[in-house]
């Protein structure tokens, strides 16, 4: 009996023993986050346009700051075409890691799903907007040899000779292309529109008079104007540009509510951890905030722009809405 209760009690005091160790065992650890590390590893940039233009230079103004706050070596990825279809079906189809993001502009990210029967993606649903980079003011300029000096002018002269007048852009279904299709619908005005291959061709152009007027980005022009060779008739931000501070907007020269910039931002793939994405989007708009890059940016032609994810996908939202009337309107479609 006696050896009973000895083997008992040890019993009991081995299970006390145990509970209290395990009372004092630390708990198991978390499941590590996707985020916790990143990066890791080099980050892919893949750029919907050629080297050489202006987001493109955009971005390699940023990447010697990203490579030095993210600590991993950030490669840029030049894919044009199809408007940017090409590029960010890429970046659809990639790892949600954070390891590749996109850099898109007004077409792929909010008129391109109005404009092609067939999209290679979702632009409201298959990404995770990060934040928008910068905005490109777009002029409308005239050779010099147009009678009409002023946009009440350029108005005037269009109604009173319908489809006789030409207006270049930057290519079909281009921002450039919409900003002359939404001009000609709110200033009630039929333009016969010209595409071209880009802003530079287009402007050149109209220097030589080969075509009297046109809707090119800020940098193609600006020289120009302010040489005396081409006239401005105003500029599509909402605000007159410093760059052009004589030039008025098309909304305070006669359309109220006229708003057509180019722009563009970086996204991820959509599921990217939110960790991520506000590591990124801090990074980038304390880079685009510098006054350094912001007067550079400016000297470019370009405006810095840096958003919040949040503001970035509302304005990619509003932006799509926006475009897709006009498009309807106008008719536009792409194969």
């Known amino acids: 009996m006696q050896r009973f209760t000895r083997a008992l009690a ?3 005091a081995t299970g006390a023993f145990l509970g209290l160790a395990q009372a004092q065992a630390p708990a198991p650890a978390a499941a590590a986050s996707p985020a916790a590390g990143w990066p890791t590893k080099p980050i892919r940039i893949v750029v919907t346009f050629p080297p050489g233009g202006s987001a493109d230079a955009v971005v390699r103004m940023l990447v010697p700051r990203l490579n030095d706050k993210l600590g991993q070596q950030v490669i840029v990825d030049n894919r044009p075409g199809a408007g940017g279809n090409v590029g960010l079906s890429l970046v659809a ?18 008129a391109n799903s109005s404009l092609y029967e067939q999209m290679p993606f979702d632009p409201l649903k298959d990404f995770a907007p990060v934040s928008m980079l910068a905005a490109i003011p777009f002029v409308i300029i005239g050779n010099p040899s147009v009678p009409a000096k002023t946009q009440s002018e350029l108005i005037a002269l269009a109604r009173k000779e319908p489809g006789k007048l030409s207006i270049a852009h930057g290519g079909n279904g281009t921002a450039m292309h919409l900003t002359a299709a939404l001009f000609s619908q709110m200033a009630d005005v039929k333009l016969v529109e010209v595409p071209y291959k880009g802003s530079g061709p287009a402007a050149l152009d109209v220097l030589g008079n080969q075509v009297p007027l046109a809707v090119v980005d800020l940098p193609s022009a600006l020289q120009h104007i302010k040489a005396g060779k081409l006239t401005a008739f105003a500029v599509t931000s909402p605000k007159r540009l410093p760059q052009l501070p004589e030039v008025p907007s098309v909304a305070e020269a006669g359309l109220p509510g006229y708003d057509s910039t180019g722009w563009f931002g970086v996204v991820a793939p959509a599921g990217t951890p939110p960790a991520i994405v506000a590591r990124l989007n801090k990074e980038i708009t304390d880079a685009l905030n510098d006054e350094q890059i912001r007067t550079s940016l400016r000297n ?18 509003s932006e799509t809405a926006k475009w897709s009337q006009v498009i309807r309107k106008a008719n536009i479609k792409l194969n």
Not at 93 to 110: H, I, R
Not at 300 to 317: H, M, Q
């Open 300 to 317: 470019l032609g370009v405006e810095a722009a840096p958003t919040s994810a949040k503001e970035f996908e509302d304005y990619i939202r």
């Open 93 to 110: 189809k990639a790892p949600a890691d954070g390891y590749t993001l996109g850099v898109g502009a007004a077409g792929a990210l909010s």
């Open 10 to 12: 040890a019993l009991v």
